[in-house]
């Protein structure tokens, strides 16, 4: 069965940077069949998606987030991974991992944006 | 960015409802729609996808329809596991983007 399982720093202080790894189990991450995203979600607050991430090492970004993010992947560990710089406190959220489904046109293949099996989530803070 | 927007704002219902929450997009996303359940302090959980698809072992009392900006999605004979918050989110543009959620509480 499948399971994800983020892992990382729970407080994180402003101006530095947050990272986090997205451990896979049940599967592999290095199958074409698949993106692996992250979202995030503010305490009391709404879902936004952050980015994907496919096994070649493919990204997509939400462009909200700029060059301050970026999602990386490690198939030899089956993890992939999330580093956003500059944090302030409209960064502290619980961030999700989860997986996605693919489509290939050609030779582009792209996130679908079904999230169908998701970690648990991580809640990290930013604060001094 | 594709916006979402959600309708009511919350709901109250009771055990038996049949409940209909809205979902509206900012421009034509086809049927490039998804629907979450998110209950406090654990993970969304996809119920439907692409407008009208039933994810696996979903119960059949959730449905969904709709096509272009407009979208719904009905719960049937409504149980107490359902009491939780829904989301929208849209899948047609790569900037993938969620509706702020709607809460469906008690009576």
């Known amino acids: 069965q499948l399971q994800l399982q983020e892992s990382g720093p729970g407080l994180v202080k402003p101006s530095e940077t947050l990272s986090l790894t997205c451990t896979v189990a049940?599967?592999?991450?290095?199958?074409?069949?698949?993106?692996w995203g992250w979202i995030r979600q503010p305490p009391g607050k709404g879902l936004e998606w952050i980015g994907s991430i496919y096994y070649s090492g493919s990204t997509y970004y939400n462009p909200s987030l700029g060059s301050r993010v970026t999602i990386s992947v490690d198939t030899s560990k089956n993890q992939f991974s999330l580093r956003l710089n500059s944090v302030t406190a409209a960064d502290t959220a619980v961030y999700y991992c989860?997986?996605?489904?693919?489509?290939?046109?050609?030779?582009?293949?792209?996130?679908?944006?079904?999230?169908?099996?998701w970690g648990q989530g991580r809640l990290v803070t930013v604060s001094s | 960015d594709i916006q979402m927007t959600q309708s009511p704002s919350s709901l109250s219902a009771s055990v038996g409802d049949r409940v209909t929450i809205t979902c509206r997009a900012s421009q034509n996303i086809d049927t490039r729609l998804n629907w979450y359940q998110q209950k406090p302090g654990t993970a969304p959980k996809l119920l439907i996808y692409a407008a009208s698809g039933l994810h696996d072992g979903v119960p059949s009392r959730f449905s969904g329809s709709g096509s272009g900006t407009e979208f719904t999605l009905t719960i049937s004979n409504l149980q107490p596991e359902d009491f939780a918050t829904y989301y929208c989110q849209q899948s047609y543009s790569t900037s993938f983007t969620f509706g702020p959620g709607i809460k469906v509480d008690i009576k």
């Open positions: 989860a997986r996605d489904n693919v489509y290939c046109n050609h030779s582009t293949c792209r996130p679908v944006g079904f999230f169908h099996t």
């Open positions: 049940g599967d592999s991450i290095d199958t074409s069949s698949f993106f």
